[in-house]
């Protein structure tokens, strides 16, 4: 992905995918972005959490960093891709119910099993 791209994907769809993140988990969360850095250091957009106090999940603090596959950018600025976008943004709830169930993470609790989970090579695909 050139630099161009990324600028795009950083303008025109993280800031949608942060927003509706923040909707989803409300309070006590933060959701920040890392811009493009270069092919070996993508845009990434990062969820983080203290663990509630009656949480009962992992050892560790929330720390989920999420990438998305570069061809799947592109795919955004094809044809048909901001409807595609929209219907995931609408299934993100589900997603996060999904990363959670097959990795040690714990949305709930804001919690994880590892210090940090990296969700890297994400498709746009509801």
């Known amino acids: ?19 509706t993140l923040a909707r989803i988990f409300s309070e006590r969360v933060h959701v920040d972005v890392i811009p493009y850095g270069g092919a070996l250091h993508p845009t990434r957009v990062r969820i983080t959490a203290d663990i509630l106090p009656a949480g009962h999940g992992y050892p560790y603090p929330l720390d989920v960093s999420l990438t998305w596959d570069s061809d799947a950018i592109h795919g955004l600025q094809a044809p048909g891709g901001e409807a595609r976008f929209a219907r995931y943004l609408d299934a993100l709830p589900r997603k996060l119910d999904n990363w959670q169930g097959g990795r040690a993470i714990d949305f709930g609790s804001r919690s994880q099993a590892e210090p940090s989970i990296l969700i890297g090579g994400l498709d746009f695909e509801a």
Request: hydrophobic share 40%.
């Open 1 to 19: 992905m050139n630099q161009e791209t990324a600028a795009r994907f950083e303008h025109d769809f993280v800031p949608r995918i942060t927003a």
